[in-house]
């Protein structure tokens, strides 16, 4: 298969994901709740298991106990998907805030510029979306996470679609 229809079959399916994300945010939200804790469990355990089986390794006793709460961590987001849920929201909200504090505070330092006003705007966009997550958790948990992950589905889709159709051309 070429690569322009590989890029053009993933694209679409990307594409189709998002908007079924969009459509479906609480399942999708889990989905990735689900898949932090997952990979919370992998890590930890991978974590452990290097550090108690490599006598050589430096600084061994921090490996482990950081890939012990690594692995707890996994255990608890998967036997409470809500719970780790909100508290992957609480994340993302103050990640958000810290984001849009840091575009605000830039854009002023570039007053004058083309880049003022739209460092200035994203960064009230970001800062309120953190606030919204943070102050209403239980509210925004339910379709964060799902909408996050449907723009991003529906913007990688858009752009392996444009790439396949680039690479058609081409050949």
Do not use: C
Request: no cysteine; net charge positive; hydrophobic share 65%.
């Amino acid at each position: 298969m070429k690569g322009s229809t590989v890029s053009l079959v993933a694209g679409v399916l990307a594409l189709l994901g998002g908007m079924i994300a969009l459509v479906f945010p609480l399942p999708a939200s889990l989905a990735v709740t689900v898949f932090v804790g997952a990979s919370f469990l992998v890590s930890g355990a991978f974590g452990l298991f290097g550090a108690f089986s490599d006598s050589s390794l430096p600084q061994r006793g921090w490996i482990a106990l950081f890939a012990a709460l690594q692995l707890v961590l996994g255990v608890w987001i998967l036997a409470n998907p809500l719970a780790g849920l909100i508290s992957l929201t609480l994340m993302a909200g103050a990640l958000f805030l810290i984001s849009g504090v840091g575009r605000i505070v830039l854009g002023w330092r570039m007053q004058g510029t083309g880049a003022f006003w739209l460092l200035v705007l994203t960064g009230l966009l970001s800062l309120g979306l953190g606030l919204y997550a943070l102050f209403f958790p239980l509210a925004s948990s339910p379709v964060l996470l799902g909408t996050l992950l449907a723009v991003e589905l529906i913007s990688v889709g858009a752009a392996l679609i444009a790439l396949g159709l680039t690479l058609k051309k081409l050949h």
